[in-house]
């Protein structure tokens, strides 16, 4: 007899196998799509480094500066660009340029989506959180608003990068702890090629750029211009990162020794 239909066993047959293969082909599709995310992190992370050696070239060797970061203490100079004055037209909206911010106003790198990972996590480190899907780059989308800082300036007067800047000197030490790590570098020369001039921002577990469960991992760029994506199991411990962050408020960039023990072992 012709049979006009599938049976029961047929159907679930069919069906097991299309789950099968969207189990296989979802996760690889989305690590795809990671992987490319993470090819233009690393460009943008390059662009910046580019930015600083020019910077130097017109500058007589004079690195961007730190603001008030000497390689000890509390890091969250590090990813800051600016202080803005939301209230003021575009030209005239920065009030006071950090670290990565000198490229843009000294017009070395002027493309706002180049401070940015596409796969920093939302709200706090993305392009759009300041103004980029409106064009309106920098400025402080309302959307992301928060608590004041202790400064006295709220946070719609800052506009962060999702990149961290760390000149670290060759030769001058600063101690932690009993350890001593890079002094901060004033100068290009006095820079080394094995030591990391940038990288993803590094703020909390739940906050790494490039993070998919127990998976952890982070672009870095050295002083040579180079860019590395580094994910030693060393430098991703998500129950030291836990620990850290329970006794600093949610953020191991409080505790500058950690902080800079990850850095290192990333080099």
């Known amino acids: 007899m012709k049979r006009d239909a599938f049976t029961l066993i047929e159907l679930l047959v ?5 789950a099968l293969l969207l189990a296989i082909v979802v996760p690889a599709m989305s690590m795809a799509k990671e992987m490319a995310r993470r090819t233009v992190c690393a460009n943008n992370l390059k662009s910046l480094g580019q930015g600083v050696m020019l910077f130097a070239e017109d500058n007589d060797d004079k690195l961007p500066n730190t603001h008030g970061y000497n390689g000890t203490g509390s890091a969250f100079n590090t990813y800051m660009l600016f202080n803005v004055d939301i209230n003021q037209p575009l030209g005239r909206r920065v009030t006071a340029a950090k670290s ?3 490229l843009y106003t000294g017009g070395y790198v ?9 796969s920093a996590p939302k709200p706090h480190f993305i392009f759009d959180a300041y103004g980029g899907d409106g064009g309106d ?3 402080v989308n309302p959307e992301y608003h ?9 946070s719609w007067e800052r506009v962060r990068s999702s990149f961290c800047y760390l000149p670290q000197h060759s030769r001058d030490k600063v101690e932690i702890n009993g350890v001593r790590f890079p002094a901060i570098a004033k100068k290009a020369s006095q820079m080394h090629s094995g030591h990391i001039l940038g990288l993803d921002v590094v703020q909390m577990w739940e906050r790494l750029s490039h993070r998919r469960n127990n ?3 982070i672009n870095s760029m050295f002083s040579d211009g180079s860019v590395r994506f580094t994910n030693n199991r060393e430098a991703f411990v998500e129950n030291e990162w836990r620990v850290v962050e329970a006794a600093t408020n949610n953020t191991v960039m409080a505790d500058d020794f950690f902080w800079r023990t990850m850095v290192r072992s990333l080099e």
């Open 137 to 139: 780059w920098p400025t």
């Open 14 to 18: 069919v069906i097991a196998i299309i």
């Open 215 to 217: 998976y952890a991992g």
């Open 146 to 154: 928060n608590s004041n800082w202790p400064d006295g300036l709220n």
């Open 100 to 102: 990565f911010g000198y």
């Open 110 to 118: 002027t493309s706002g989506e180049s401070y940015y990972c596409p």
